[in-house]
Nanobody, 120 residues
């Protein structure tokens, strides 16, 4: 079974940056499979629904949701089966649990996510 393991979150001050990681692993996932997968980052603010931040395709091309406003950058390392999310100029409203998955959100079981808390 494929597992998604997000990490890198924490408590930070407004204006700081964080780089989150998501490692995709499991006996059902071969290296070539991840390499060709489009992956996405999501977040779920407290009391709100999960929302998509953006996606990165197999070639590294990214597309972002409108609210990101240039502060979010998604990248990937296919050799490490890992996708990254860089968040700059963090704001209190970025406080959320951050997850990765495919754009459909159904290809893999959801991981635990990583909590990002931004203090003002």
């Amino acid at each position: 079974q494929v597992q998604l393991m997000e990490s890198g979150g924490g408590l930070v001050q407004a204006g700081e940056s964080l780089k989150l990681s998501c490692v995709v692993s499991g006996s059902d996932l071969s290296g070539s499979d991840f390499r060709f997968r489009t992956m996405a980052w999501y977040r779920q603010p407290p009391g709100n629904k999960r929302e998509m931040i953006g996606i990165i395709n197999s070639g590294g091309t990214t597309t972002y949701s409108g609210f990101t406003r240039g502060r979010f950058t998604i990248s990937r390392d296919n050799d490490k089966n890992t996708v990254y999310l860089q968040i700059d100029s963090l704001k209190p409203e970025d406080t959320a649990v951050y997850y990765c998955n495919t754009p459909t959100g159904v290809a893999f079981p959801w991981g635990q996510g990583t909590q990002v808390t931004v203090s003002s």
